[in-house]
């Protein structure tokens, strides 16, 4: 074998702290290596060339680069080999920035390491074979889990793009959180009118099925063919046959079910169609509240029903479907506030979410949009805004910036004027984030427009006193303690990633952070992509962002799949098991532990032996770990070649 | 003695229906039977069980996968046929396991020892059991010994000695001989600094003649002739003459028996050259106790946990949900 290696500066990034020059005279002595030098960066574009010109005239047949991590510039450089006509597989990375410069600042140990991690991928690349992958159909259909509005853009614009679209929402309506706004920053306009015609688009998109009540119970299978089952849940009602008359809702005698989409605010029946405008505008029962189910007997809505739609035996059904590529659109859901005692931890009516205000707000509220304090149904004259509350804040596990709290605790503020004119707001706020169009411009507008008082501090204590709250705070420009006597407190709840976020994550096989917000592949660079091929992310389930950046990121992951799924045969990483049948005893233990479920066993004159299903195999190399044999073994990464690695780190 | 003659009378209607059957019978010297294979009824009053029956018969098992064998179990044998029940590496349908109450078996070393200044073991000529003692013919004479000085560590730790899941149970059942915490001494072991134990072990391992003598009488090692510790592809294991090599084998040997073995000891036994090897399996034994709730050999229910493949162990909270 004739090797090259490229040492790789990376400007100072590298060269800072490692002798490039040092390894690669030490990596010229390295068993099989024909040519050694030092680049600039490597992954320029006259870096790629010098490699692909080494290869020609040196008649290379295999190439190191050590420089970054493959995680970023595996494919680049695999891609230059391959253009120097090698196979893509004969090249090795050895990381030694990550790795080396950038965590210690000893020359000499850095340059001695940087020659020991190129030693071992030189050793490595000694044992690589040429691999090539095997292409397979794409199933030309995607699934959108979560319909708030990064889910329904996604959904709509795959669609429009000719791709069939099975939309999975958990809740009963779509339209998420944005359903439940009153109006939207900067703008002020009407949220749902303009959520509304869109939820409309998605009832009535050709390509779009959607299953609302639905969660996805299991993904099977690998990018371009995911199999996917779901769990419709038992709604109670046959959505055949449900006309959404509402007739049923009207006549329950149980009035007293907690209202999921007011937030609470107010009560509601156990048979219940979210809202006015919800898609599908079908009923359903929360079995939980439902006189039938508690009490044993009722049958109310089941008399009044006209299509006779009710079916109190009804059971979770499944379906499943064939998908070439998945979006994860399951947004966001509120911290739970009440941990914070200094705001009555949950004990005072009157202290309520942005999202109930938001309800309170609404001319489809539970109040017909008339704000009233919970406590007496008072309209408030003073109300105070807490900004933060959950958010930038380390002793409650949240030290991250919700994002849009400041933005909207503005426009809550401007609509609290607007109903009542003769209120006044005061907001508690850390610092005011409004970068975004017309965001800082809408920041300043609430304040000198709307007399709202901003006042720049944190509250220690909030108490009742004579029918109102007492909100004490510090001022901290004023260097003052200031003490607010209000009718209504609200607090801007942070947010954290869906209920249940981290467990679907498990489900799609990707990375999850540790607040529950899903990876993106990249922070820069692969915003809206996974780690798993073909796993995408729209909206705030990544990260905490408002309407604008979660719709741009549903047409972003939309663009992503569409992309994807116009191709009609996609390559499988030939990166995975294989089994060596003379060695296998047949005794089944990849079988079991194979998360994919990769592994068949077939029959071998009367032996059963194991078989790895290559375009299942996801390459974990669980099995390698479990076969006693060695009989499996991972592509690329063989027990073989490990061992060359270990040994030429630990030369005795 | 009225159970052995239980046993042939029940192995003589057993084999019948089955190819063989797996016990005990004579073996070397009189401390020590070996094991044997019936075929025929007729040499039926050649088998023994007791106290010198110390071999692992489930050793043979694997191999014999397909055809209908009656096995005599102790309790420490009866969990290796549980363990390669539960790996699949037999099926129960073949099997025919007949238990009987063990009061525990001989320390070959340990009985050596103690007659050493009147004989050696090749020179006694009958050995017989009588309650809590053996008695043993020498060229000048009959002695006793109790059995608790000679008997097996691992059946002083013993807390299963009654055969579980077997087809038929002859005599009664006996209980443990103590609730005694079956890691006792691991863990005073484990105490020791870890310099102070690979000490140990590197001088321990430096008498290994890489015989594989404990491998090769593990029941649950499968491998056979595919074994790491010989084979040059995957290349684990060099040729060459270390501590080094001879620790390495060990530990995959551990490692590969990790939440399987069920500490019959027989691969400690069959050292010639005495090394402690069971101590390394029961560390990891503990282990998986502790990680996983999961002992060996027990559970006809059980998965072993290193078999299989969860996201989420009950006992290993990586995340707070
Ligand atoms: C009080 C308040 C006021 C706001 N006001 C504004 C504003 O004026 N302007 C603005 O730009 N932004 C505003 N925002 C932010 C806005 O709510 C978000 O930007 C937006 O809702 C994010 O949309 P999304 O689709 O990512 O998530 P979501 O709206 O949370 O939608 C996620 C959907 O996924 C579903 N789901 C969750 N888990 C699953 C699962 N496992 N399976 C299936 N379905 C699932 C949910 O039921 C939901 O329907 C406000 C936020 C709050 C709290
Ligand atoms: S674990 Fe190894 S020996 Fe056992 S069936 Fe699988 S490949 Fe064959
Ligand atoms: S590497 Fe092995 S365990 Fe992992 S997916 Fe492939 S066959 Fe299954
Ligand atoms: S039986 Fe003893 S000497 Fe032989 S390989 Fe095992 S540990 Fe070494
Ligand atoms: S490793 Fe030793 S104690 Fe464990 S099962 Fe094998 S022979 Fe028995």
């Known amino acids: 074998m004739r ?62 680069v050590a420089s970054c991590t493959p995680r970023m510039h595996e494919p680049t450089f695999r891609r230059a080999v391959e253009r120097a006509g ?32 190129v030693r071992m991928a030189v050793a490595k690349l000694r044992l690589n074979r040429e691999l090539t992958p095997k292409s397979f159909p794409v199933t ?9 509005v990064a889910g329904i853009q996604a959904a709509l614009d795959a669609a429009d793009a000719g791709l069939e679209v099975v939309l999975v929402e958990k809740e009963p309506s779509i339209g998420g959180k944005m359903a439940k706004l009153d109006k939207t920053f900067p703008t002020v306009d009407c949220s749902s009118c303009i959520l509304g015609p869109r939820m409309v688009d998605v009832a009535q998109h050709p390509k779009i099925t959607l299953y609302a009540a639905a969660e996805v119970e299991s993904v099977s299978g690998y990018v371009g063919n995911f199999s996917v089952r779901i769990r419709k849940k038992a709604t109670c009602v046959d959505w055949d046959k449900c006309t959404g008359c509402g007739l049923c809702t009207e006549k329950c005698p149980s009035r007293k079910s907690y209202d999921r989409f007011n937030e609470g605010v107010g009560p509601t029946t156990a048979i219940i169609i979210p809202f006015p405008q919800a898609i599908p505008k079908k009923a359903s029962i929360e079995r939980e509240f439902c006189r039938q189910f508690t009490r044993g007997k009722c049958g109310v809505c089941a008399k009044v029903c006209p299509t006779g739609a009710i079916d109190y ?79 930038r804040d380390p002793s409650v596990g949240r030290p991250y910036c919700s994002g849009f709290c400041c933005m909207y605790t503005a426009k809550q503020a401007i609509l609290t004027k607007d109903h009542i004119p003769d209120s006044q707001s005061y907001v508690f706020y850390m610092d005011i984030r409004s970068p975004g169009k017309g965001y800082d411009e809408f920041t300043r507008r609430v304040q000198e427009e709307y007399q709202a008082q901003y006042i720049r501090g944190r509250v220690s204590r909030i108490y009742p006193s004579r029918g109102k709250l007492v909100v004490c705070g510090a001022d901290t420009l004023m260097g003052t303690q200031v003490e607010v006597a209000a009718d209504l407190v609200v607090l801007a709840v942070g947010g954290e990633a869906a209920h249940g976020a981290p467990q679907l994550a498990e489900k799609l096989r990707i990375s999850y952070d540790q607040y529950g917000f899903f990876m993106e592949g990249h922070p820069k660079l692969k915003p809206v992509e996974t780690n798993t091929a073909g796993v995408f992310l729209a909206g705030s389930c990544q990260g905490l962002k408002d309407i ?71 390459g974990c190399g669980v099995c390698n770990a479990t076969c006693p044999q060695g009989a499996i073994q991972l592509s690329h990464f063989t027990d073989n070649q490990i061992l060359a690695e270990v040994e030429a780190l630990c030369r005795f | 003695m009225a159970i052995e003659q239980e046993l042939q009378a029940a192995v003589k209607a057993a084999l019948p229906e089955l190819d063989c059957i797996i016990g005990w019978g004579p073996g070397p010297d009189a401390l020590r039977d070996a094991p044997l294979f019936l075929r025929d009824a007729a040499d039926a009053d050649v088998l023994r069980a007791g106290f010198f029956s110390v071999n692992n018969p489930a050793l043979f098992l694997p191999e014999y996968k397909g055809r209908k064998i009656g096995v005599l179990v102790k309790g420490c044998d009866a969990r290796s046929v549980g363990q390669l029940l539960l790996e699949g590496l037999v099926r129960r349908e073949d099997l025919f396991v007949i238990g009987f109450p063990c009061s525990g078996v001989i320390d070959a070393g340990k009985a050596a020892a103690l007659i050493a200044d009147r004989c050696e073991a090749g020179e006694l000529r009958s050995v017989r059991e009588q309650g809590d003692s053996i008695v043993l013919e020498g060229p000048d004479g009959a002695f006793s010994l109790a059995k608790k000085d000679v008997r097996a560590d691992k059946c002083e730790r013993c807390l299963f000695p009654n055969a579980m899941d077997a087809d038929l149970f002859v005599g009664e059942k006996r209980a443990p001989f103590a609730e005694l915490d079956e890691y006792a001494d691991l863990a005073a072991f484990e105490q020791a600094p870890l310099e102070e134990r690979m000490a140990f072990w590197e001088k321990e391992m430096s008498r290994c003649i890489r ?58 036994r069959a050292c010639p050259m005495g090394i402690p090897v069971l101590l390394l399996k029961r560390a990891l034994s503990r282990r998986v106790e502790t990680l996983f709730a999961y002992r060996a050999g027990i559970d006809m229910q059980g998965r072993p946990p290193l078999l299989t493949f969860s996201l989420e162990e009950p006992r290993i909270k990586e995340r707070d949900w």
């Open chain 1, 3 to 64: 090797i090259g290696v490229f040492i790789c500066h990376c400007g100072s990034n590298i060269a800072g702290t490692v002798d490039c020059a040092g390894v690669a005279a030490q990596a010229a002595r390295f068993p099989d290596v024909a040519y050694s030098t030092d680049i600039m960066y490597a992954c320029a574009e006259p870096g790629q060339d010098a490699i692909i010109e080494a290869i020609r005239e040196h008649g290379l047949t295999g190439v190191v």
């Open chain 1, 86 to 117: 090698l196979n893509r597989y004969m090249f090795e990375m050895a990381n030694i920035r990550e790795h080396v410069s950038w965590i210690g600042k000893d020359m000499d140990a850095n340059t001695n390491k940087a020659a020991e991690l």
């Open chain 1, 140 to 148: 030309k259909r995607v699934l959108v889990i979560g319909g708030g």
């Open chain 1, 313 to 391: 035996d009804m059971q979770d059904s499944f379906v499943e479907v064939e998908v070439g590529g998945i979006v994860a659109a399951t947004g966001y859901d509120l911290m739970d506030w009440t941990v914070y005692e200094e705001y009555g931890g949950g004990r005072y009516p009157d202290v309520i979410t942005s999202l109930q205000y938001e309800r309170l707000l609404s001319a489809s509220g539970p109040t017909g949009g008339h704000v009233r304090r919970p406590s007496d149904g008072a309209e408030p004259r003073d109300v105070v805004f807490i900004q933060c509350v959950g958010s």
């Open chain 1, 548 to 618: 604008p950046s979660s719709v741009a990121q549903g047409s972003a992951a939309a663009a992503k799949v569409i992309g994807l799924l116009s191709r009609d045969m996609l390559e499988s990483d030939p990166q995975i098991a294989q089994v060596t049948v003379s060695r296998c005893i047949g005794c089944g233990k990849c079988i079991e532990v194979c998360p994919f479920k990769a592994i068949q066993e077939i029959d071998l004159r009367g032996q059963p032996r194991a078989e790895v299903i290559e375009t299942v195999c996801q």
């Open chain 2, 211 to 268: 015989c594989y003598a404990c491998r090769d009488a593990c029941p649950l090692c499968v491998c056979r002739d595919q074994c790491v510790a010989v084979a040059r592809d995957p290349h684990w294991l060099s040729q060459a003459d270390g501590i080094r090599d001879k620790l390495f084998f060990q530990i995959i040997h551990a490692s590969h028996l990790a939440g399987r073995c069920t500490g019959c000891g027989e691969c400690e």
